[in-house]
């Protein structure tokens, strides 16, 4: 599966920004999808993941209460609503898709990734 990612930009503190990720290539639906982010000068990182049925997340302690993940397999699109943002949320982020049922927060087990997008928060 090719991913694309998009969405986003340069957003003041407290702001919110749409990730998305375009799949396209294989059945999106067989796959469980995954964010990570990549600061400068750091190693990347778990965000969120939801299973292939977009029924079942897990975040990361940092994001959570104010990412959301989500997955439109209709639409074969993945999401990340990020809400209430802080200066340490700057970072490359990427989407990731594993061909699973579960919900995988290891980076290790991802087998497609997408080109990433760069996240900008001003303080």
């Known amino acids: 599966v090719q991913l694309q990612a998009s969405g986003g930009g340069l957003v003041q503190a407290g702001g919110s920004l749409r990730l998305s990720c375009a799949a396209s290539?294989?059945?999106?639906?067989?796959?469980?999808m995954g964010w990570f982010r990549q600061a400068p000068g750091k190693e990347r990182e778990f965000v969120a993941a939801v299973d292939r049925s977009g029924a079942i997340t897990s975040y990361a302690g940092s994001v959570k209460g104010r990412f959301t993940i989500s997955k439109d397999n209709a639409k074969n699109t993945g999401y990340l609503q990020m809400n209430s943002l802080k200066p340490e949320d700057t970072a490359v982020y990427y989407c990731a898709a594993v061909l699973t049922p579960r919900t995988v927060v290891r980076e290790i087990e991802y087998d497609f990734w997408g080109q990433g997008t760069q996240v900008t928060v001003s303080s």
């Open positions: 290539g294989r059945t999106f639906s067989a796959y469980g």
